[in-house]
C-alpha cells in the first residue's frame, strides 16, 4: 500500500531529515566547497534518497561511480554494485526501476553508445531513472577527452535530456532532476549530460545545501503505469507482447504509446520551468550578436563575451539548458531581434545549430560555430576570432602566437 | 605586470603529480580568498606518458576550461617533455603570452639556442630549478618533485602564499582521498615513503618552501614581476 502519511521532517536511518526539496533546493543554507565534479556528484547523491546505484568504469565517469560506492560503504546508498558491461547495467537499471526504486547510473561515451538500445525501452516503460552522461569522445581513433557528440543520439530516445554547464548546475540538477521525472505526468528517465573533465575533474566552488537534509523518497505509487511485480509479472506482456501480433491493435497501441511518451515529454516542460527556473537563461539578449550555446562551451562563450568587452563590443548569451524538452519557443522569444548568431559545440555535426536553424525564423542568421571536436579545447580566443570573422572584423592571427 | 588572471600550464609526466600540483595550488588561491580553477589533461593513465594540468588564479569568476592554449606560465615537470617532445603542443611553450614565465625542472640547460631566441623576442623569463634534487635532498624522495613546481611557480608570481598552500597540503593529503585507482595507489606509494603521516607533511612543505625562496630570489634579482591582482587599482 501506498504510504498515507508524510515523511516529510522524519529521519532516515543516516539521521538525514527528509526535506521539502523545494525547500531544500531554494531556502536551506548553502556552504561554499572547493570540489572536483565527481565530489559534487557523490554530494548531491548523499543528498538524494537513491535506493539503487549501478556502476561500470569508463573515463571520465569512473570517479564519480568510485565515490558513490564509497557513499553505499557509508550506508547512504540502497543498493550498489557493478554490472558486466554498460548494456547490462541499464537493463539492470529497468530491472531496479521496474521494481519501484529510484535508481542513479553514470555513463560517458563509448558506454553511452553500447547501452543505447536501453534508452527508449525505459522511456517507453516510463522509468525515471537518472543517468549522468560526461560525454567524451565516441568514434575511432579512441579519445578520452570531452565531445558531445554523444548528445545528439540521445535526443530522440524519448527520455528528458539536460546540460550542465558547471558543477553548480550539476549539484542542483541531480537532486531536482528526480522532481522533474517523478511527476505522474512525466515518469520518463533523464540524461543529465555534462562535458567530461571539463566538469567532472575540475575543481571549482560549489554551493551545497546541508549534508543532513535528504529528498523525500521515491514513490512508486505515483507511477501512472503498474510497478512490476516480480513475483506475478503482467502476463499479457511478457508472454504475449505485441510484437507477436501482426495487426491493427498492435500497431495503434505502438503507435499511441510513442505518442504518449512525446507527451509526456512535453507535459515535462512545465515541471522543467519550474525546477531549472526555466529552460533557457539570457544575458544581454537585446545585443546585435548572440552566442547560443549549452554546456561547457557556455561558459568559454561567458570568456569571449569578456574578450569583447575589453574591446568595446557588446554580446549577448543565451544558456540552453534543457534539451528535452526543447526550448524552441524560448529560443525564437530569445534570438528574434539579433542579426547574428554563434553556436560554439563541442561536436563535429553541430547538432545544436541545427536545432537552432529549424526553430527560428531566419536561420541564415546561424552561424554553427566554432567547433571544436576529438577532444579538443575552445579557447575562447577562437569563439572571438570566428565572431570577428563573420562581421568582416580584424582580428588577430591565433596560429603563429608564441611559435 | 599585473594581470587579472594568471594562466599557468603544467606539462609533466604521468605519475609526476602535475594533476595533484594544480589542483594543490588551486586549492590554495581558493583559501587566499582569489578565484580558481584546475583540471587535468591526459590520455589512458600511464606512467611516463604526458599528462598536463592547468590551473586558472583570478581576480573575477572563471569560467573557462579545458586545455590552456595561452598560458602565462609554463611549467615543466621532466627534461623528457622537452628532450623527447611529450607534450601536448609542439613547442612545449606554444602560446605562451608576452611576458610570461617558463619554469623548467632540469639541473642543465635543455634549450636550443633559437628557442632561447624566441622566448626572449616574446619578453619571457626562462627559470631552471633542479626540482628533483631539491626533492631528494629535503624529502628523500623524486616523487616530491611537483612540491618543488608548486613552491617555484608560487615564489616568482605571489599568486598564492605559503600559508594557504600549507593549509591544501593537508587538506589534500592529510585525510582519505579518493580518485581513480591510479591515484589512490600513487597516493599509497607516497604514503608509504614516510614513516608517519605528519613527517610526509612536513616534508613536502619544507621542499615547497626552499622552491618558493628560490623563486622570490631569483625573481627579484631578475626584476621578474607577474602579478594577479586589479590592474585599474595598480595603476
Not at chain 1, 526535506?19 to 543528498?47: C, H
Not at chain 2, 604521468?14 to 589542483?23: D, L
Amino acid at each position: 500500500m501506498a504510504e498515507n502519511k508524510s515523511v516529510i521532517g522524519t529521519k532516515n536511518k543516516k539521521g538525514q531529515t527528509y526535506t521539502d526539496t523545494w525547500q531544500l533546493m531554494n531556502e536551506a543554507p548553502r556552504t561554499p566547497s572547493f570540489y572536483t565534479g565527481s565530489e559534487v556528484i557523490k554530494e548531491a547523491l548523499r543528498r538524494a534518497s537513491c535506493d539503487v546505484m549501478i556502476a561500470y568504469p569508463i573515463t571520465p565517469q569512473s570517479e564519480a561511480a568510485a565515490l558513490i560506492g564509497e557513499l553505499f560503504a557509508e550506508g547512504y546508498i540502497g543498493d550498489y554494485f557493478r554490472g558486466e558491461s554498460e548494456f547490462a547495467v541499464m537493463s539492470q537499471c529497468a530491472g531496479a526501476a521496474f521494481g519501484g526504486a529510484r535508481v542513479f547510473t553514470t555513463t560517458a561515451g563509448p558506454g553511452t553508445m553500447r547501452a543505447m538500445e536501453n534508452f527508449p525501452m525505459w522511456a517507453g516503460a516510463r522509468l525515471p531513472i537518472q543517468m549522468i552522461v560526461t560525454c567524451r569522445g565516441i568514434n575511432s581513433p579512441l579519445s578520452i577527452q570531452p565531445d558531445t557528440l554523444e548528445i545528439a543520439y540521445l535526443l530522440n530516445t524519448g527520455m528528458l535530456v539536460w546540460h550542465a554547464e558547471t558543477a553548480q548546475d550539476f549539484f542542483d540538477w541531480i537532486l531536482k532532476g528526480y522532481m522533474v521525472s517523478e511527476e505522474p505526468d512525466v515518469h520518463l528517465p533523464l540524461a543529465l549530460c555534462c562535458d567530461g573533465f571539463f566538469v567532472t575533474h575540475t575543481k571549482d566552488v560549489v554551493n551545497l545545501t546541508p549534508a543532513d537534509m535528504c529528498l523525500p523518497p521515491y514513490d512508486p505509487y505515483r507511477s501512472p503505469v503498474p510497478c512490476m511485480d516480480m513475483e506475478c509479472p503482467p502476463v499479457r506482456m511478457m508472454r504475449d507482447p505485441f510484437i507477436m501480433k501482426s495487426n491493427y491493435i498492435s500497431y495503434a497501441t505502438h503507435a499511441s504509446w510513442q505518442q504518449e511518451v512525446w507527451a509526456a515529454v512535453e507535459r515535462s516542460r512545465k515541471h522543467t520551468i519550474k525546477w531549472l527556473n526555466g529552460l533557457i537563461e539570457t544575458e544581454n539578449a537585446d545585443a546585435d550578436v548572440l552566442i547560443v550555446a549549452s554546456g561547457t562551451a557556455v561558459s568559454q562563450g561567458r570568456e569571449a563575451i569578456r574578450l569583447l568587452e575589453d574591446e568595446g563590443m557588446r554580446v549577448g548569451l543565451v544558456k540552453v539548458k534543457a534539451l528535452r524538452p526543447w526550448p524552441g519557443e524560448e529560443i525564437r522569444e530569445a534570438t528574434k531581434n539579433a542579426k547574428h548568431i554563434f553556436v560554439p559545440e563541442f561536436n563535429v555535426t553541430g547538432w545544436l545549430a541545427k536545432e537552432i536553424k529549424a526553430s527560428i525564423p531566419n536561420s541564415e542568421r546561424v552561424h554553427a560555430g566554432p567547433r571544436v571536436c576529438g577532444g579538443m579545447t575552445m579557447p575562447p580566443e577562437i569563439i572571438v576570432q570566428e565572431i570577428k570573422t563573420a562581421l568582416g572584423m580584424k582580428s588577430m592571427s591565433l596560429a603563429g602566437r608564441g611559435s | 605586470m599585473i594581470k587579472k588572471r594568471l594562466n599557468i600550464r603544467m606539462s609533466g609526466l604521468g605519475g609526476q603529480g602535475a594533476v595533484t600540483a594544480a589542483h594543490v595550488m588551486a586549492m590554495a588561491a581558493n583559501k587566499d580568498g582569489k578565484f580558481s580553477i584546475s583540471n587535468p589533461f591526459f590520455g589512458a593513465e600511464k606512467r611516463m606518458a604526458p599528462a598536463e594540468s592547468y590551473c586558472r588564479i583570478g581576480i573575477e569568476r572563471i569560467y573557462d576550461r579545458g586545455e590552456l592554449v595561452f598560458p602565462d606560465v609554463i611549467e615543466v615537470f621532466h627534461p623528457q617533455v622537452i628532450t623527447m617532445g611529450k607534450s601536448y603542443t609542439m613547442p612545449f611553450y606554444s602560446g605562451i603570452k608576452e611576458g610570461g614565465v617558463v619554469i623548467i625542472n632540469s639541473d642543465m640547460p635543455l634549450l636550443s639556442d633559437e628557442d632561447v631566441q624566441r622566448l626572449k623576442d616574446l619578453h619571457v623569463a626562462l627559470f631552471y630549478i633542479a626540482g628533483t634534487e631539491i626533492a631528494l635532498e629535503i624529502a628523500g624522495t623524486e616523487l616530491s618533485t611537483n612540491m618543488t613546481m608548486i613552491g617555484s611557480v608560487a615564489g616568482i608570481t605571489q599568486c598564492v602564499s605559503m600559508d594557504a598552500l600549507d593549509q591544501a597540503l593537508q587538506e589534500r593529503f592529510g585525510k582519505k582521498f579518493v580518485a581513480s585507482g591510479g591515484t589512490a595507489s600513487l597516493d599509497e606509494a607516497i604514503k608509504k615513503k614516510f614513516a608517519k603521516k605528519e613527517m610526509l607533511l612536513a616534508k613536502n612543505l619544507a621542499t615547497m618552501k626552499r622552491a618558493y625562496e628560490l623563486g622570490v630570489e631569483w625573481a627579484e634579482k631578475n626584476h621578474v614581476e607577474l602579478r594577479v591582482g586589479n590592474p585599474a587599482v595598480a595603476a
